[in-house]
């Protein structure tokens, strides 16, 4: 059972340049999540998808797309990297129904974009 | 604008010592607030979690306790080891779906 894992851990992009973000979870949850943390601001929602099949946009969308592939797994796109899109990416699961509400976190894929 | 907040980017507490954590927000419609806990180069891990009906939780040495008019939650960890020292965020889940998180605060604790 290896929970939610990330690929890849690290990357440097240019300017311009496009590539996606893998995550796979393993527990059957039905919400996926992808998040970017940036110093002092904490974790900040990009899109999420509720179940297989939708997605919806968090708080900072621009410049990601993102494919709900199936319900294991959720990718995220950057279609044209910017300096800004500089960060440490986190893809999280979530089961939805009852218990703590809690998500179980990737171990993030750190992106540098020169 | 932030929905969730947390004031105090860092902490630092003797050990032994009761570590507080605290945590603003301004929507009154969240349905459950969350504590997470990461470590560099990881990804955060939860801790623990209240239910907005709810104004006190406890799970071995933290509780949180959610004061609903002030709209204030905070995050009790007792007694504090030095293994506590990481990045605490606190989150709040809106209609049981999205999460909003704060942006941390470091702690600290001093053997």
């Known amino acids: 059972n290896a929970g939610v894992t990330q690929t890849p851990k690290f990357q440097v992009l240019k300017t311009g340049q496009s590539m996606t973000l893998q995550c796979a979870q393993d527990?059957?949850?039905?919400?996926m999540y992808w998040y970017r943390q940036d110093p002092g601001m904490g974790l900040r929602l990009i899109y999420y998808s509720a179940s297989e099949g939708t997605t919806d946009k968090g708080e900072v969308p621009n410049g990601y797309n993102v494919s709900r592939l199936n319900k294991r797994e959720f990718s995220l796109r950057l279609e044209s990297a910017a300096p800004s899109q500089t960060s440490v990416y986190f893809c999280?699961?979530?089961?939805?129904?009852?218990?703590?509400?809690?998500?179980?976190f990737g171990p993030g894929t750190r992106l540098t974009v020169t | 604008d932030q929905q969730v907040k947390q004031n105090s980017p860092s902490l630092s507490v003797q050990e032994g010592r009761i570590s507080i954590l605290n945590c603003d927000y301004t929507?009154?419609?969240?349905?459950?607030f969350l504590w997470y806990k990461k470590y560099p180069a990881e990804g955060p891990t939860f801790l623990i979690s209240i239910s907005s009906i709810k104004d006190k939780n406890e799970d071995g040495r933290f509780t949180v306790f959610l004061n609903k008019s002030a709209k204030h939650l905070s995050l009790h960890i007792v007694p504090s080891q030095p293994g506590d020292s990481a990045v605490y965020f606190c989150?709040?889940?809106?209609?049981?779906?999205?999460?909003?998180f704060g942006s941390g605060t470091k702690l600290n604790v001093k053997p």
């Open positions: 929507n009154s419609m969240f349905d459950y």
């Open positions: 527990m059957n949850h039905n919400s």
């Open positions: 989150a709040a889940l809106y209609n049981f779906n999205k999460f909003y």
């Open positions: 999280a699961s979530h089961p939805i129904a009852g218990g703590t509400y809690e998500q179980y």
